[in-house]
Structure formats: structure tokens, C-alpha cells
T-cell receptor, first 115, second 109 residues
């Protein structure tokens, strides 16, 4: 089945630094990757949709200069949280559509803590 | 606007059956998904319905009525490991997932 590998699973960083989260599709080509954020006790919120070789589409209210998305190849998409602040502490998850087109496969998630 | 409604929390007994309901309003419709999420983990795919009716998959079944904008997830023979949040998500005409806030299911012995 389609597998998305996401790293790191947990990261603690200092306020003002940048953090990069990677998502790799291991056995399929993901032309589109979705990036979600989940705050405690809330549902997943779509942040942006990245398409291989083109600029990402950001949801309203998501700062594209703060959350940099790169989808340079069909198997790798990255999300960089720049100048992180404590309010950016959250659970970040990537997702790609499955091969049969009937569902989505998710990365294992990254728990970001900014101190 | 687009909206997904599902109960915040439900409690059931081990070995019993529980039904988690979901109603949705979206701009266009391309299917209804159910995901299971244990605390601190990423969601895992349970089911996808795009046609009316019941889809059965082991202990879990999912039902869809497009005319009513309604779906439910049915869990049979509940086990303690089924304690988790269950997320309902509808795909709109732009193939974006509209997520519900999730239903926390508590299983008691």
C-alpha cells in the first residue's frame, strides 16, 4: 500500500529558529501533498496544498512566508516553519491521495514544541 | 458555508455496538471519509463512501445518504483498543477535505 514517511516525529526548538519537516512517498509518486495542523482537542486544519513543480496553495489565514512548502520532486515535500514561536507549537501532518484514489494516506505526524 | 457535525463524545461498553453519526454540508460532494485517531498519533483511514448505502469492513461499517447529507460509522464487538477519536471528513467539489471536530469514543469494561 501507499506509505508516506514523515520526519521528524518530535522536535523541540527555540523561539526564533526554523524547523523543517519532511514527507516522502515511499512506494508511489505523490503529485499532490496536503499539509495539516492540529491543535490540542481540535480537528485537523488544512494549511496548504503542494503540487510537484509549482507553488503551494495556502488556505486563508496561513502565512505563506512563515510556512514554506517545497515540493521539488514526486516523492518529497517539505514544510519549513520559519522564525518559530510558541504559538506554532502543534501537530503537523502531511497527506497524499492513495493509489486507488479512494482515500488518503497520512504521514505519522510531527509534534513541534517551540520553547 | 461548509460544515461537518458530529457528537463531541460518546461512551460505550466493551463488546457492545456503537453508531457515530455525521452530517455534512459542502460545496459539491466527492465522498465521505471516516478516520480513527488515537491520542498523539496521526489519523488512520477507516472507510470511504461515495454512493448511498452501507459498506461493511470487518467490525466497522459505514453508511451514507447523499440526499440527507448524513453518514454514520458503526462499530461492532467493541474492544478497549477502539477507544479513540473518530473523524468524519467530506470531500468537496475542489477535492478538499472538510473535517469534523471528531467524536471521542470512550470504551468501558
Amino acid at each position: 500500500g501507499a506509505v508516506v514517511s514523515q520526519h521528524p516525529s518530535r522536535v523541540i526548538c527555540k523561539s526564533g529558529t526554523s524547523v523543517k519537516i519532511e514527507c516522502r512517498s515511499l512506494d508511489f509518486q505523490a503529485t499532490t501533498m496536503f499539509w495539516y495542523r492540529q491543535f490540542p482537542k481540535q480537528s485537523l486544519m488544512l494549511m496548504a496544498t503542494s503540487n510537484e513543480g509549482s507553488k503551494a496553495t495556502y488556505e486563508q489565514g496561513v502565512e505563506k512566508d512563515k510556512f514554506l512548502i517545497n515540493h521539488a520532486s514526486l516523492t518529497l515535500s517539505t514544510l519549513t516553519v520559519t522564525s518559530a514561536h510558541p504559538e506554532d507549537s502543534s501537530f503537523y501532518i502531511c497527506s497524499a491521495r492513495t493509489l486507488d484514489g479512494n482515500g488518503y494516506t497520512f504521514g505519522s505526524g510531527t509534534r513541534l514544541t517551540v520553547v | 458555508g461548509q460544515n461537518i457535525d458530529q457528537p463531541t463524545e460518546m461512551t460505550a461498553t466493551e463488546g457492545a455496538i456503537v453508531q457515530i453519526n455525521c452530517t455534512y454540508q459542502t460545496s459539491g460532494f466527492n465522498g465521505l471519509f471516516w478516520y480513527q485517531q488515537h491520542a498523539g498519533e496521526a489519523p488512520t483511514f477507516l472507510s470511504y463512501n461515495v454512493l448511498d448505502g452501507l459498506e461493511e469492513k470487518g467490525r466497522f461499517s459505514s453508511f451514507l445518504s447523499r440526499s440527507k447529507g448524513y453518514s454514520y460509522l458503526l462499530l461492532k464487538e467493541l474492544q478497549m483498543k477502539d477507544s479513540a477519536s473518530y473523524l468524519c471528513a467530506a470531500m468537496d467539489s475542489n477535492y478538499q477535505l472538510i473535517w469534523g471536530a471528531g467524536t471521542k469514543l470512550i470504551i468501558k469494561p
